[in-house]
């Protein structure tokens, strides 16, 4: 009787089989996402308060603690998070409502919004697509040459597509799993390193460069922009571009080989793929009205990011705006596609509620004590030692972060401070700790948006993916703070 009874309560799920401790697993860790949040921010809280911290700046600190760790934990959505931190801030009488609510007026996440508008466009029309079967068709002889194919590829995406998952996940990684799969790798077996594993790892890492070059290619990079505005530093649209250039340009140049050497492809020529993408394009047929109006719309918009607010007093938000005014009245764009790129309204919820964060712990003092101690802490270096030091810390520290913007929101801002408080110069420390918040994002599997697109391919096992970041990021390093540093001097910026 006692041995039908344990079978019954094996049969009916109340056993200890593994089905049942991945159940409890998987419950134990969604109420975990919620307490460490709201730990962390209760410790936070009732840590002594700095002197130099005033009482709302403490407070602040710990729902802005919480917060951070819920968008890397994510009980919720990205957006629902942010609207509950911002909720803890004036429930809590820590701020008023005009004052937590003032980050939606905030012109530089509008950018982002409408830049996010602006980059539908090239989905929906398929230019997006018939640029990377141009450079495929060019370059696509041999594996190398199709690498350089998606860098090329991404690079022209860029400027006008802030979500740089959407690029990867949108138009690069179809690109590379038709490819791959023509050509005979597949997913999850041994063929996979004929070709499909090395050109996911250089599109990834690829995505980092092309992100870090332009201040509308990733989302975190106007966050930035506003961090280094709190501490007097302008960044325009033309002088992110022309800092990250030649240090951008020589990283694309060099990472698909250095791939190519750490990680080869089995398979060294591809002859087919030309053939493949000349048929694609021919589907395709000749570009539609739509396209040339997107393209058009593109060229228009890069010329008014880089000039348009010399000779014409234009915001980069109201450049944006302008752009996606054109879309709309020519058709390209409806307002039902608006409505539902659901990105850009995320976006704009938690990027409001992390800058209004932000610009509170710089005005109640909390920016200003941290960067002290940083500051501290490398007391006796020289600024360029330290701020090296600064650096290479900010940049491995993503191991710990899921979200380049998450990242920026907890770290940037101090990171900066103490950069300064060295000596360093205040413009090239900021451009330079700014290229460093897309350039960490191919370090690991989580580390940023792409990431886990590119990654879910199956191309590429978890151990090959931090060996080749680790790699990349290392380069990375010698080339934007090596290269980087001598064309930051011609520019003037130290």
């Given at each position: 009787?006692?041995?039908?009874?344990?079978?019954?309560?094996?049969?009916?799920?109340?056993?200890?089989?593994?089905?049942?401790?991945?159940?409890?697993?998987?419950?134990?860790?969604?109420?975990?996402?919620?307490?460490?949040?709201l730990a962390a921010g209760t410790i936070v809280f009732l840590i002594p308060r700095p002197d130099e911290v005033k009482p709302a700046g403490w407070a602040v600190l710990a729902i802005f603690t919480a917060t951070v760790l819920g968008l890397i934990l994510q009980p919720l959505p990205l957006a629902a998070v942010a609207l509950i931190g911002l909720t803890a801030t004036m429930i809590t009488g820590t701020l008023e409502p005009g004052v937590a609510l003032g980050g939606f007026s905030e012109p530089t996440i509008w950018l982002i919004v409408a830049a996010f508008f602006i980059s539908i466009g090239f989905t929906k029309t398929g230019l997006g697509r018939r640029i990377a079967l141009l450079f495929v068709r060019m370059l696509g002889r041999s594996s190398l040459g199709l690498a350089y194919?998606?860098?090329?590829?991404?690079?022209?995406?860029?400027?006008?597509?802030?979500?740089?998952?959407?690029?990867?996940?949108?138009?690069?990684?179809?690109?590379?799993?038709?490819?791959?799969?023509?050509?005979?790798?597949?997913?999850?077996?041994?063929?996979?390193?004929?070709?499909?594993?090395?050109?996911?790892?250089?599109?990834?890492?690829?995505?980092?460069?092309?992100?870090?070059?332009?201040?509308?290619?990733?989302?975190?990079?106007?966050l930035v922009q506003k961090?280094?505005?709190?501490?007097?530093?302008?960044?325009?649209?033309?002088?992110?571009?022309?800092a990250a250039s030649v240090p951008g340009l020589i990283a694309l140049l060099v990472l698909p080989v250095l791939l190519y050497r750490v990680y080869p492809p089995q398979l060294k020529d591809t002859p087919e793929a030309p053939r493949q993408a000349r048929a694609e394009l021919a589907e395709l047929g000749s570009m539609s009205r739509h396209e040339w109006i997107m393209g058009?719309?593109?060229?228009?918009?890069?010329?008014?990011?880089?000039?348009?607010?010399?000779?014409?007093?234009?915001?980069?938000?109201?450049?944006?705006?302008?752009?996606?005014?054109?879309?709309?009245?020519?058709?390209?764009?409806?307002?039902?596609?608006?409505?539902?790129?659901?990105?850009?309204?995320?976006?704009?919820?938690?990027?409001?509620?992390?800058?209004?964060?932000?610009?509170?712990?710089?005005?109640?003092?909390?920016?200003?004590?941290?960067?002290?101690?940083?500051?501290?802490?490398?007391?006796?270096?020289?600024?360029?030692?330290?701020?090296?030091?600064?650096?290479?810390?900010?940049?491995?520290?993503?191991?710990?972060?899921?979200?380049?913007?998450?990242?920026?929101?907890?770290?940037?801002?101090?990171?900066?401070?103490?950069?300064?408080?060295?000596?360093?110069?205040?413009?090239m420390a900021a451009l330079v700790l700014g290229f460093i918040s897309s350039l960490y994002g191919g370090l690991t599997h989580y580390a940023s948006g792409p990431a886990p697109v590119l990654f879910g391919g199956g191309y590429v096992t978890l151990g090959e993916w931090w060996r080749t970041g680790l790699i990349a990021a290392a380069a990375n390093i010698v080339i934007w703070m090596g290269v980087g540093a001598a064309w930051f001097a011609v520019l003037g910026y130290w």
């Open positions: 009787m006692r041995f039908h009874f344990l079978d019954k309560a094996s049969e009916s799920g109340a056993g200890p089989g593994p089905a049942n401790l991945k159940i409890r697993g998987d419950a134990l860790w969604a109420v975990m996402k919620w307490v460490i949040p194919g998606v860098t090329l590829t991404d690079l022209v995406l860029a400027p006008a597509t802030p979500s740089n998952t959407a690029r990867s996940g949108g138009v690069i990684q179809p690109i590379i799993r038709s490819l791959s799969m023509n050509a005979g790798s597949e997913p999850g077996d041994e063929s996979r390193r004929k070709l499909g594993a090395y050109l996911t790892v250089t599109a990834m890492q690829v995505n980092t460069v092309t992100s870090a070059m332009f201040l509308t290619a990733m989302a975190a990079n106007p961090f280094a505005a709190a501490q007097g530093v302008d960044i325009t649209w033309t002088r992110w571009a022309i058009a719309t593109f060229v228009l918009l890069l010329l008014l990011w880089s000039v348009g607010g010399q000779m014409y007093d234009l915001s980069a938000t109201t450049s944006a705006f302008t752009g996606v005014a054109v879309l709309l009245i020519t058709g390209v764009l409806t307002w039902g596609d608006l409505v539902a790129e659901k990105g850009a309204w995320t976006t704009l919820v938690w990027f409001a509620v992390l800058v209004m964060m932000a610009g509170q712990l710089q005005e109640l003092g909390v920016i200003g004590w941290f960067s002290g101690t940083i500051t501290d802490a490398t007391a006796g270096l020289g600024w360029q030692a330290a701020f090296v030091i600064l650096t290479v810390v900010y940049l491995f520290a993503h191991y710990l972060f899921a979200s380049n913007t998450a990242h920026v929101a907890a770290m940037y801002a101090a990171f900066l401070g103490a950069a300064v408080a060295t000596g360093a110069p205040p413009l």
